[in-house]
């Protein structure tokens, strides 16, 4: 089993800066993709920046040059890094990745979700 465990979310003002981390742990073989999506009230779930297989990122246009993704091998772990925030970020954000726990066997995963209010 993989657990995905994110932190860092909070309340901060419009221009303010958050950082997500989200770590992965349990039996893992091998991360194949991992990123951030994020969901706000009445809206569809929606991709934020992602490792994809093959290690390039993809964002979503609202946040590029806002926005930097980053990641720790050793630990399991991908950070966001959000600058410059503005109220339409506000959201769940959830950490999503596909692992395999062996060669054979290869899952998606999701957190549980973090909030990020952007608010004077």
């Known amino acids: 089993q993989v657990h995905l465990v994110e932190s860092g979310g909070g309340l901060v003002q419009p221009g303010g800066s958050l950082r997500l981390s989200c770590a992965a742990s349990?039996?893992?073989?091998?991360?194949?993709?991992m990123g951030w999506y994020r969901q706000a009230p009445g809206k569809e779930r929606e991709l934020v920046a992602a490792?994809?297989?093959?290690?390039?990122?993809n964002y979503a246009d609202s946040v590029k040059g806002r926005f930097t993704i980053s990641r720790d091998n050793a630990k399991n772990t991908v950070y966001l890094q959000m600058n410059s925030l503005k109220p339409e970020d506000t959201a769940v954000y959830y950490c999503?990745?596909?692992?395999?726990?062996?060669?054979?066997?290869?899952?998606?995963?999701w957190g549980q979700g973090t909030q990020v209010t952007v608010s004077e």
């Open positions: 999503n990745a596909n692992i395999r726990s062996n060669y054979f066997t290869l899952r998606e995963y």
């Open positions: 349990g039996s893992i073989f091998s991360i194949i993709t």
């Open positions: 490792f994809t297989f093959g290690g390039t990122i």
